[in-house]
């Protein structure tokens, strides 16, 4: 049984926290925050499942205010454990990274850092072998980790040359009030860093893609254009992503209409918080371009990265060498079969 920490209980480390709790192999030793924020007031009025421990010893006096009960500080959380999932804000992961190697503990950093503070840039499906034993691996950004997901689908089975991809972004997460009131679109430089990262993921895929923030907050919704080596047609590409534990393949028809839909079925399935782990990918946008197949999916931003992360935990503490039983155990765990 490894023991894991979770460093940052906020948007991506709740999620983290109960994904690691859900790995029958995994020990969920504790959370980590520096303030009572409001996802650790709920916590703590869920009845404190998780031990909380306290990133900034000065800030005791604030948990005690509020009535917050704190086991000790990160430092003594990161001792306990094997591995520790950094899920703060960005730049932030990069000062404990410091912590972390004092303390001879491996770390798992999220997207938003800067990909120099890992020595692997990692996807559970596209480059699992190279997160084998690494100390510092850092997950791609939710974008990233679903379109990897689909394209690396594709290439598996008949090889992928080229991919065109266009990202409609949700502007921030539900609750976040820091890009402020808006009712516009804004178009951002092409290429896209999350093409430039696949790229890093899968060197033999040329990418490039345009990116436009959208005053939404949830869920992502991408096109893809995708050259493969052999033709791909509609029959076989549905049997393929239907085939792939991390996609859901949705209809229209069936009501799924856009992001809503998607965020309002996880709810009525029961899913903690509104999460969906898969991809969402519409049947009736699948389209042959010449050669090329075409389609469009949904990505869950705040839950997508989930079963990644439980990848690379198993990669860097080497709990399974071979890819496809390492995945399959992270699905089997996470309902995702």
Known sequence: MKKVAVVGYGVIGQRLADGVARQGDMELVGVADVAPTLPIRALHEKGMPYDLYNGIPENAE??????????????????KVDIVLDATSAGIGAKNKAIYKRLGKKAVFQGG??????DVFFH?????????????????????????????CLDRAVGVNRVAITIIRRVADPGDYHRGLTNALEVAEAPNHQCVDLMTIMPNVSATG?????PVTHGHIITLVVSTKSK?????????????????????ADGFKGNASLFKYARDLGNPRGDMYE????D??????GDDIMFAINIPQEA??????????????????????AVAKTNGYLGME
């Open 113 to 118: 850092e800067k990909n120099d503070i890992a």
């Open 304 to 325: 997508v990265v989930i079963p990644e992360t439980m990848d690379a935990v198993r990669a860097s503490l080497s709990m399974q060498t071979d890819q496809a039983e």
């Open 210 to 214: 345009i990116l436009v923030h959208t």
């Open 284 to 289: 009736e946008t699948i389209v042959n371009s």
């Open 279 to 282: 991809v969402g990918l519409w």
């Open 232 to 252: 791909v047609e509609k029959a076989q590409a549905l049997d393929l992503f239907r085939a792939h534990p991390r996609i859901r393949v949705v209809r229209l």
């Open 62 to 79: 604030l948990f005690d205010e509020v009535g917050v009960p704190i086991t000790g500080t990160m430092e003594e959380l990161v001792e």
């Open 124 to 152: 559970g499906y596209a480059n699992y072998e190279k997160g084998i034993g690494a100390d510092f691996l850092k997950l791609t950004s939710c974008n990233t980790t679903g379109f990897v997901r689909v394209i690396d």
